[in-house]
């Protein structure tokens, strides 16, 4: 399996690619890399150098993949936080044209726009972009619940309406829906929930919430749900699959006391979970 993961690369720590890159890579998969900003590290930090690319610089590198002859053998397209609209245009261009060589390639669009607590943290005009152009393109999306309230305009406060509102911004193009993080009534404290959503049917797994605070799970959450759903084609066990491994990681991570997730120290997570969690039809 091949898959175009094009995102933000730092050097230092693990968010975008630096986050989304081993786990697909350690699950077999080839990953043509495509960085949309190569930072030092991640912006939690507050400080951090590097450059921002641009949508031309997207484009010479999949110009130079289609070169080598080898679209049609992408069997996935994975994109992350955008920087910029002009980065988006590009990552919409490099979709059609992976599909173009290969009608059954997936593209799997994290909606990267905000967080509950920390509101909308991308440029003005990407919240839009999402809503009107990527995520109508995609195949597969994995908002969190701050992200899904805005993709679909409901203010989800129980399973009932996290449900209308997944089956909502499928209306809009994505067959398949992964709300992560997900806290609605029926959630106890202590626990964080995962919905899946395709076909008209809903999957929902629940784990303990860890005392930890962290970037670039929910980089590395989006593709390990792509690669179990690119081989299983099943939502619910694409779910259960990649919760385990994130489940497993971020368990490591709290214990260890670490400031950016132990991707290659917890990396037996991503093939042998130590935990896995019942997937429940709701
Ligand atoms: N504190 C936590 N405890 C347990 N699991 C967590 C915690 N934070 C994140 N996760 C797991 O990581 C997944 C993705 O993280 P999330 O914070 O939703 O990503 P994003 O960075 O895109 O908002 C969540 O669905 C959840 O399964
Ligand atoms: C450059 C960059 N990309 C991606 C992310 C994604 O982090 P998170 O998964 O916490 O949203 C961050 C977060 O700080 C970042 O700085
Ligand atoms: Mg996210």
């Known amino acids: 399996m091949n898959v175009l993961s094009i995102q933000s690369h730092v050097a230092y720590g693990h968010v975008g690619n630096a986050s989304a890159v ?22 939690g930090y507050g ?19 289609a070169e080598r002859g ?9 994109s992350g936080y955008m920087g910029s609209a002009d980065i988006g245009t590009a990552i919409l261009r490099a979709v059609a044209r992976v599909r173009e060589a290969n009608p059954a390639a997936l ?35 994995t908002p969190n619940q701050f992200e899904l309230d805005y993709l679909s305009g409901i203010e989800t406060r129980t399973l009932a309406d996290a449900k209308a509102a ?4 499928q209306a809009s193009g994505p067959q398949v829906v992964l709300v992560t993080s997900l806290h ?13 959503g395709a076909n008209g049917q809903f999957w929902r797994l629940r784990t303990p919430r860890l005392s930890l605070d962290v970037n670039g799970a929910g980089d590395a959450t989006a593709a390990l749900f792509l690669v179990h759903y690119a ?17 497993g990681l971020l368990r490591r ?7 950016e997730i132990l991707t290659v120290a917890a990396q037996e997570e991503f093939v042998a979970p130590s935990r896995t969690f019942p997937v429940e039809a709701v």
């Open 47 to 65: 400080a951090w150098r590097g450059r921002v690319f641009d949508g031309p610089a997207i484009e010479e590198l999949v110009e130079g993949i």
């Open 184 to 196: 609605t009534e029926e959630t106890p404290d202590d626990s964080i929930d995962m919905l899946a």
């Open 253 to 259: 991570t709290a214990e260890a006391g670490a400031r």
């Open 166 to 169: 997944v089956a909502a911004v």
């Open 70 to 78: 080898v679209l049609a053998t992408c069997d996935g397209v994975l």
């Open 22 to 43: 081993f786990p697909m890579q350690r699950l077999g998969v080839e990953v043509w890399a495509v960085h949309t900003v190569q930072f030092s590290n991640h912006t």
């Open 231 to 247: 081989r299983s084609r099943s939502a619910g066990e694409a779910l259960g699959a990649a919760a385990a491994s994130i489940y």
């Open 107 to 141: 593209y799997c669009c994290d909606p990267v726009i905000g967080d509950i607590g920390r509101g909308v943290f991308v440029r003005p005009g990407i919240p839009e972009f999402m809503r009107d152009h990527a995520v109508p393109a995609a195949d597969i999306i």
